[in-house]
């Protein structure tokens, strides 16, 4: 019955994974830049918060400020190397105020709506099944809910298995970090960031040519399993180290740093 009761959840929810992604408007404000998506995403974000809420979902407990300490503040340097691989990246084209405003405030919007419908709401669902099968599901959730991209008929089947499993790993990694932080707006901010290309980024015209990729079996499957590695080993050595199992280089630097006695080392959580 437990299991029939997981596999009814997972397929409610997996509905609702591509049903959110369509849940915004596209024409109501001309004018403003990224103001339709940001209003959309931000309307999307209160429907699944008051639902997590109403619901008394077990990750409600996230929603607060991150507990600093040596272990959240190795998550928070962790996360920023990716942050700062992706603005380094970017173009980062010149904008108007009123457009570098805007974009920001609507890379926050993604954030937040992305965030609180697969980490507050579809991981709190399916925390009583336990912690690890809330981390993998939401986060397999996550993924197929980038499938709404591909949904035009020329879309390209390796391509979207591709854009699916790196955001799968990168739930699991976002889901360690919020764990380990204490805190869903940790997640909130670094997803905003790590999709900063999306609105800083010089655009340029797709060129047809370049989606004639056609890989053989084995290289299209293997395709995106580096990126999917380093997301899911980043997350257990997260998860490890919020358990109080560091790795010995962690030991290492909190000792010649003094963040904790010789005599005590990391024996305890921080």
């Known amino acids: 019955m437990r299991n029939l009761r997981l596999g009814i959840t997972l397929i409610a929810l997996s509905v609702l994974t591509l049903v959110a992604g369509r849940l915004q408007p596209t024409s109501w404000f001309e004018d403003i830049p990224y103001a339709n998506s940001t209003f959309g995403n931000v309307v999307a974000g209160l429907l699944f918060y008051l639902a997590t809420y109403f619901l ?135 997803h905003a960031l790590i999709d900063w290309s999306i609105v800083f980024d010089k655009y340029v015209p797709p060129n047809p040519k370049d989606n004639e990729w056609e890989p053989s079996l084995w290289e299209g499957l293997t395709s995106p399993l580096f990126n999917f590695a380093i997301f899911v080993g980043l997350a257990a050595m997260l998860l490890a180290i919020d358990r109080g199992s560091a790795p010995k280089w962690v030991k290492r630097v909190a000792l010649k740093w003094k963040l904790v006695e010789p005599d005590i080392g990391l024996a305890y959580p921080l």
């Open 56 to 190: 008394g979902l077990q990750s409600l407990a996230y929603f607060r400020l991150p507990r600093f300490s040596f272990k959240s503040l190795i998550a928070l340097f962790i996360a920023s190397i990716f942050i700062v691989g992706e603005i380094s990246s970017s173009d980062n084209v010149r904008m108007s105020t009123q457009e570098t405003v805007m974009g920001i405030i609507f890379l926050l919007s993604i954030g937040y709506s992305e965030e609180i419908f697969s980490r507050a709401f579809v991981f709190g669902s399916l925390y009583r099944f336990g912690r690890k099968r809330a981390i993998f599901f939401s986060s397999l959730g996550f993924g197929l809910m980038h499938l709404n991209r591909y949904w035009a008929s020329d879309w390209d089947p390796w391509l979207a298995y591709w854009h699916v499993m790196d955001t799968f790993g990168f739930g699991i990694f976002i889901c360690a970090l919020m764990i380990l932080t204490r805190s869903i707006w940790v997640g909130v901010i670094f």
